[in-house]
């Protein structure tokens, strides 16, 4: 007994997970046409995910929701190695520093994955109408390849049920956490309360059939729409099973709030403080007969077993706890999908393309990355203002990183997994040995991105020179500007919003030095369009229809000193006025030092290998990776390299260049 509707969006995203929820974010922000399914029926609320690496909190700064994490999260610095000791007890090995303060401003973080869907869903509120629509499964997916190459057309089909109350065996709910998981509301912050109610679920099952152009497939390890896909996934489970918990410890174990590895012969636990006073552990229970693929039985594995394995290996130390608020068991899968992209008109993202152990806290973290890295480019491309082909960029960009979380965690996963204890002398223990090796590439400070059409690297290298360490395809390094205007400090995550354009870094240089000041007066001029020449990045490509007129603005950082420059003594076009906001005044910023703020310490430049004197250009793209780097002259090259990527007008797309 059904009732049946259709419909059509342009892109439709399948789960609202961290990876969906985040390419949710761009639909918002770009104003997107767009849906987001699924078939639970609230959000995540305890458990699961937990740790946030760095560069995650780099983007959740630029998407201006970070301060969040860092008021509820617990913050770690140092890792801790403890290993069994000369007299049958366990002794602290080793204590290895895991903040890197001159990479980052923030540091590695525990919350958990409710709050960041929290704190996604309400920025996407902020900015748009769109909203999860929950308890709708998708069921069916056809895929039209003859009009894949028209970008207007909408080649998906999929069939959606919206679960009614006669649905009740279907997998929405709590069905895939441990029964013991029923959320308390005690444990919720006032925030969340609203989406603890189950919604309103019609009587009838409602069938929709919706038509796409685009489609993200964010649903998760079971990935519904690779199966739908056929894409084969490579790898297989491995034979060991873990408890998960988290709780407010009763011990009197030293480390017992710092992150923490404990190894001794009774086995290998993991020890991770949190936020309101829980620690996570993770506990191996049990090891599956060698080989084994078939899931095991979660029903014989109990908290109160998981409990006296986490004795038997802090012992002599205690252990024990009154208030749990979340467990549940997992069985390690090492899986990637072999391709994560149909034609490039439906895409995989997150943890429907690689799956590995969660000690290693980066599915999360990748999940985001893969979600913030299509997102944009299919808004974007959906707008009219970004070229199709451009979206090639995403498995090429993402795919050999998921192909890389599997290798590392080919090598982390066996330091956990009945290994024999590390002997108490040793200097060097492995575990720090492979976190070492891994670690650029764990907190997210090397992606590694290849050349492209978005990623120019010219091949004489020419550009490198004038910005040593601005490389296109790596995220801007993090330095902390003045605003010339009104003199407060921001750190560049957050003046490089993800809002949605391109932005140009007009590194000026010291403007004091007559030379260079008319040398930014020829380059405001060519980008206005004015000097004769017939390049105008600004005003050359389509707009992103409802929000920006030109999807690339311009950023000015300068080097002389904040006090001896004057905000007017730069260009009109560098800080436009608008009849009701008056000046831009968060377009012009000074690297210089700061006495109130030590983080502002006037060396950007030098850490970006930039000449304080002649300086730079230098374009961000929207998710805040280095496209182009080139001299502060470079109009030319670096209007080619917008011109690969974005949508001129024209007279055929009915608009007329201001040019
Ligand atoms: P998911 O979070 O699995 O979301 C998929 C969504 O799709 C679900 O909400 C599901 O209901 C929906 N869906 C599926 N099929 C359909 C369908 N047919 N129709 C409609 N909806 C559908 N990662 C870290 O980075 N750090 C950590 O510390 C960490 N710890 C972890 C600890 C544990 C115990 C576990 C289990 C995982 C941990 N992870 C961690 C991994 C992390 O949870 C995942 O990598 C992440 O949730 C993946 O996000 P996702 O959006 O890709 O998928």
Redesign the pocket.
């Known amino acids: 007994d059904e009732e049946s509707t259709q419909s059509q969006t342009d892109v439709l995203i399948?789960?609202?997970?961290?990876?969906?929820?985040?390419a949710a974010y761009w639909m918002a922000r770009y104003g997107v046409n767009a849906r987001i399914?699924?078939?639970?029926d609230t959000k995540?609320f305890l458990?699961?995910?937990?740790?946030?690496?760095p560069r995650?909190l780099e983007l959740f700064d630029s998407m201006g929701f970070q301060h969040r994490v860092i008021q509820e999260g617990c913050i770690s610095t140092e890792a801790n190695i403890w290993v069994p000791g000369p007299q049958g007890d366990i002794i602290r090995q080793a204590q290895i520093d895991i903040c890197r303060v001159d990479e980052s401003p923030f540091l590695n973080t525990?919350l958990n994955?409710g709050r960041i869907e929290r704190f996604i869903l309400d920025s996407i509120r902020e900015h748009s109408d769109l909203d999860v629509e929950r308890s709708?499964?998708?069921?069916s997916l056809e895929y039209d390849e003859e009009l894949s190459n028209d970008p207007n057309s909408y080649p998906i089909t999929v069939k959606?049920r919206v679960l009614g109350e006669d649905d009740s065996n279907q997998?929405?709910g709590h069905g895939?956490e441990a029964a013991s998981n029923i959320v308390n509301r005690s444990n919720l912050l006032p925030d969340d309360l609203a989406d603890l109610a189950p919604r309103k679920k019609p009587q009838k099952t409602q069938v929709e059939t919706i038509k796409a152009k685009y489609l993200i497939g964010?649903?998760?390890?079971?990935?519904?729409?690779r199966k739908q896909l056929n894409i084969p996934v490579e790898g297989s489970n491995t034979d060991h099973i873990w408890g998960?918990i988290d709780v407010i410890p009763l011990s009197d174990f030293p480390d017992i709030r710092r992150v923490s590895v404990v190894n001794n012969a009774a086995g290998t636990i993991l020890v991770?403080p949190r936020e309101r006073g829980l620690v996570?552990f993770?506990v191996p229970v049990q090891t599956c007969e060698a080989g084994a693929t078939d899931r095991f039985d979660r029903s014989k594995i109990t908290r109160e077993l998981i409990c006296s394995r986490m004795q038997a290996i802090l012992a002599p130390f205690t252990f024990d706890f009154k208030e749990c608020s979340w467990w549940?068991v997992?069985q390690v899968g090492q899986r990637i999908a072999a391709k994560s992209t149909k034609d490039n008109r439906i895409f995989l993202?997150?943890?429907?393309v690689h799956?590995h152990s969660?000690?290693?806290?980066?599915?999360?973290?990748?999940?985001?990355q893969?979600?913030f890295n299509v997102g944009w480019k299919i808004a974007l491309a959906v707008a009219g203002t970004l070229k199709p082909e451009i979206l090639e960029t995403y498995a090429s960009e993402r795919h050999p990183l998921a192909e890389m979380l599997l290798d590392f965690d080919r090598h982390w996963s066996p330091m956990f997994n009945d290994r024999k204890p590390e002997v108490a002398d040793t200097k060097s223990s492995e575990i720090a040995l492979v976190a070492a090796k891994f670690e650029d590439f764990a907190d997210g400070w090397k992606v590694f991105y290849p050349a492209s059409r978005l990623v120019w690297k010219a091949e004489d290298n020419a550009g490198f020179s004038c910005a040593r360490h601005m490389i296109p395809g790596e995220r801007v390094r993090p330095v902390k500007l003045r605003n010339q205007a009104d003199g407060g400090t921001l750190w560049t995550t957050r003046v490089l919003e993800s809002d949605g354009p391109f932005r140009i870094l007009i590194l000026a240089g010291d403007i004091r030095n007559p030379m260079q000041k008319q040398r930014l007066g020829t380059l405001a001029r060519v980008s206005a369009g004015q000097s004769g020449s017939s390049i105008s990045p600004l005003s050359r490509y389509l707009e992103i229809p409802g929000r920006f007129k030109s999807p690339v603005d311009v950023l000015t950082i300068h080097a002389s000193p904040w006090k001896e420059v004057e905000l007017f003594d730069f260009p009109e076009i560098l800080r436009p006025f608008d009849s009701v906001k008056g000046w831009a005044y968060d377009k012009i910023w000074c690297d210089d030092a700061c006495m109130f703020d030590r983080y502002c310490d006037g060396t950007a430049y030098e850490k970006w290998g930039v000449d304080r004197v002649l300086g730079a250009l230098v374009v961000v793209r929207p998710d805040q990776y280095i496209g182009w780097v080139g001299e502060l002259g470079d109009v030319e090259e670096l209007t080619q390299y917008l011109d690969g990527i974005l949508v001129k007008k024209s007279p055929t797309n009915g608009v007329h260049s201001a040019l």
């Open positions: 399948i789960g609202a997970g961290p990876s969906g929820l985040t399914i699924d078939k639970r995540v458990g699961h995910a937990d740790g946030l690496r995650t525990c994955q709708v499964i998708a069921d959606v997998p929405c895939s964010c649903d998760g390890a079971h990935s519904w729409t998960v991770i996570r993770y549940t997992y993202a997150g943890d429907a799956t969660p000690k290693m806290g980066l599915g999360m973290n990748m999940s985001m893969d979600g």
